[in-house]
């Protein structure tokens, strides 16, 4: 019903920037909330930040906090994730995700509460 597809990852030094793309196709309406996730192996998938639909809010983890912003366009019907001053540790896949209940607060970092996902896009940040 909705498909996602994410670009814009790559490889980049310490202190660099990326921002990724996350473009919604099918019935995805543009009040669904919209999050980005990562994932390195052999760990559970994190998530990284959410923009709720209706009031706009943003939420990030704490270690983004300051460095990551989300964002859409609803013309374009795509989703962001501007990433500046990257660590290593910011190494991963990144996933975007869409939650199809339109409400207020749910557990946002959960992985289990989105219906839609996209199939990643790999992030590298040397030191």
């Known amino acids: 019903q909705v498909q996602l597809v994410e670009s814009g990852g790559g490889s980049v030094q310490a202190g660099g920037s990326l921002r990724l793309s996350c473009v919604a196709s099918g019935n995805a309406d543009r009040l669904y909330h919209r999050a980005w996730f990562r994932q390195v192996p052999g760990k559970e998938r994190e998530g990284v930040a959410v923009l709720y639909a209706g009031s706009g809010s943003t939420v990030y983890a704490d270690s983004v906090k300051g460095r990551f912003t989300i964002s859409r366009d609803n013309a374009k019907n795509t989703l962001y994730l501007q990433m500046y001053s990257l660590k290593p540790e910011d190494t991963a896949m990144y996933f975007c995700?869409?939650?199809?209940?339109?409400?207020?607060?749910?557990?946002?970092?959960?992985?289990?509460?989105?219906?839609?996902w996209g199939q990643g896009t790999q992030v590298t940040v040397s030191s």
């Open positions: 995700a869409v939650r199809k209940s339109i409400g207020g607060w749910f557990p946002w970092a959960q992985s289990a509460f989105y219906d839609y």
